[in-house]
């Protein structure tokens, strides 16, 4: 290499140091695999009497990485309004509670538009 590409490349890595470190102390680092430095927490139900959803699911998602994105699968699931889901992002799973009966198709359309996708479908 020449020393003045190595120079150059020097001040690109400074350049890329000091950009990283004024966006953190803004707040606007990317942290999460999903782009945001904020958290997405899951909506609550209104309903959270289990004895209200006589149905159960497993429903397997792809596509999640990390809490933000249990947290999107959890919001769209339940924004049905009659269904109540906690996701377990180690097993890449939903386990969802409904008042009505569901099908796999429903979930998939639940999860359309978010980018993940259902993989596993069972009825417990």
Known sequence: MTAKLIIIVGILLIVYAVWGTVQKARGKARSSCCGS?????????????????????????????????????????NAAGDTWAHVNLARHRA??????EKTEEDFTKALKGTGYKVTGFEQA
């Open 95 to 100: 386990e969802v509670l409904a008042k009505s």
């Open 37 to 77: 430095a904020e958290s997405v927490l899951p909506k609550p139900v209104a309903d959270t009497d289990e004895s209200h959803y006589p149905f159960r699911y497993f429903v397997s998602v792809d596509g999640m990485k990390c809490s933000n994105c249990a947290a999107n699968v959890e919001n769209a699931i």
